[in-house]
């Protein structure tokens, strides 16, 4: 049976093709894209045949969980076996986590856990750091602090602006993401002690 995929995000989407190449080679596809932000043109975004796209925006819902429970119900419908986050900008409650933190994904444009929230990209600068990158991690009930999955880095040049590492980070950011759906996906993953560990003999696919 094929596994089902959903990707779920605030800003421009351009993960969304990331998600997509780690599904290469594996029996399974991107079945659902959610975003939250009301402006997006779904026509501008490499969403394949057959998944269904929807706009489920927080501001018309009087609370988290009225909010959350429309995102799980669809979750739930297209029985997702993942769950990607990619630049979703909402954290979620407690009882989302519990129910779908083991099997949802996020990325963040640092080599968690520094620089965690958000500006990540102009906190590298401010703070003078030669190298950043991007973290693939799942998620927890501690913003940016779930089990690693995977990192790649940056090398955070000195004539650099905010926008030129953001430019950057996307770069390896659609890498990192790509190769931990497609662990994900093969089984390839295992949680201990809240250590995302890779099985036996897969140890080098972790490396970008």
Known sequence: MKKRVAFLFSGRGSLIGAVQDGLNELSSELVLAITNNSEVDSSQLPIPKGCYFTCIDHKNYTSRSEHENEIASL????????????GYRRIFSTEFVERYGHKTINTHPSLLPA?????????????????????VHFINNEVDQGPIITQAAVEVKPHYTESDLREAIIDVEKLALARAVHLFLDDKLEIKNDVVHVKSGYENELFV
Do not use: N, S
Not at 75 to 86: M, N, P, R
Not at 125 to 130: C, D
């Open 75 to 86: 979750l739930d419908q297209y029985q997702i076996d993942l769950l990607v986050l990619g």
């Open 115 to 135: 620089f965690v929230g958000d500006k990540a990209q102009l906190k590298a600068i401010q703070k003078g750091v030669r190298i950043t990158g991007a973290t």
